[in-house]
């Protein structure tokens, strides 16, 4: 069963009115909101559906429809600070040999409790797991463990994001395997991530964690996909190729979309109305092809979200993503007003 809200009539009309004249008013530069996506450009021959190259390099440059980020990230940035002021700093462990195969807990009172293991995004270059701190809050307050784990930037592994795949994968196996030495219950492992972050989380929940870790078949729970990529064919030939290293077996490998068959946890797709064009057609095959395969998900656009408002709102219990989160691992329930506003569209699996 698919269900679907019309979710204008929620914003104003003055809102509409007033970004429209301000807009027509004055020019882009002096309203950089105004001027988003692709660069103007005389249309180039088509490289991916209806993409022309500079359309489809923009559509995966989050800052092409979200021009003013700096002031999310530091705000985001101050947060993770605040949090580890406030809280202390947590605990960190090795799950691997290398300097960068390490993971940070913030333990919860609660003993067992859940664990929320959160895999941080960046374009898989950059970033790293203190800039999720933020979010570790509203785990804490509802009695869940927040791990975050630290992997490799692809820059520095020739662009093979299997090598970050099987960092991430062998970080969750490691807090599965350990989860009694900080007080976390190995039956409640939730996995999420964002951007980059969440092409990795569906990378892990589309894992035989049975064969190849002699980890139960569901070692994972749950699954909340936030603005991430699941299929690489169309990232392969955009801008990013520059960096990441493709080849016909790493594509496939690393296309979540491709191997749903491994999929044995509900999962959460989430996107912003506001973000790029492929990320929001990324966010919606996922889903569409998740239903179709019989699997239980919930799919949210929220409305009025950019890229990082999506990641912003992990660690907000109101916001949709930290609402989705904790509802995720069943510790709240989404309210009537929550449900409206969330527009879910869910299947038995």
Not at 44 to 61: H, K, M, N, R
Not at 266 to 281: D, H, K, N
Request: proline residues 5%.
């Amino acid at each position: 069963m698919k269900t679907s809200l019309n979710l204008s009539h929620l914003l104003s009309r003055r809102v509409f009115l007033g970004a429209a004249t301000s807009c027509i008013a004055a020019p882009a530069l002096a309203h950089p909101q105004c001027a988003l996506g692709p660069e103007p450009h005389e249309k180039g021959p088509l490289v991916f559906l209806d993409y022309d190259q500079v359309e489809l390099d923009a559509a995966y440059d989050q800052e092409a429809y979200q021009l003013i980020t700096d002031s999310t990230n530091a705000r985001l940035s101050f947060l993770s600070s605040d949090v580890r002021f406030r809280l202390g700093f947590p605990e960190r462990h090795s799950y691997g040999e290398s300097e960068v195969e390490k993971l940070d807990i913030f333990r919860a009172a609660a003993d067992p409790a859940p664990i929320f293991i959160f895999i941080h995004g960046g374009r898989w270059q950059a970033l790293n797991a203190g800039n999720t701190a933020f979010a570790a809050e509203t785990c804490l307050d509802a009695g869940v463990h927040f791990v975050a784990p630290d992997f490799a930037k692809v820059t520095e592994v020739g662009g093979d994001l299997g090598i970050l795949a099987d960092q991430v994968r062998r970080a969750i196996a490691w807090v599965a395997r350990n989860a009694s030495q900080f007080g976390g219950d190995a039956a409640r492992i939730y996995v999420a991530g964002h951007s980059s972050g969440g092409h990795l989380c569906a990378v892990a929940l589309t894992t035989d964690w049975e064969t190849n870790f002699d980890l139960p078949a569901d070692v994972l729970k749950g699954g909340l996909c936030i603005s991430g990529m699941y299929d690489m064919k169309s990232v392969r030939i955009s801008s990013r190729r520059t960096y990441l290293a493709f080849t016909d077996a790493m594509e496939d490998a690393m296309s979540p979309i491709r191997h749903l068959d491994l999929i044995r946890a509900p999962i959460t797709v989430a996107y912003g109305s506001l973000e790029t064009p492929e990320f929001i057609r990324q966010g919606k095959a996922f889903a569409e092809a998740l239903r179709a395969a019989g699997k239980q998900v919930v799919e949210i656009e929220a409305p009025s979200h950019h890229h990082q408002d999506m990641w912003e709102s992990v660690g907000n219990p109101y916001g949709l993503c930290g609402r989705a989160a904790l509802a995720m691992m069943k510790l709240a329930t989404p309210s009537a007003r929550a449900v409206a506003c969330i527009s879910p569209a869910t299947s038995p699996g």
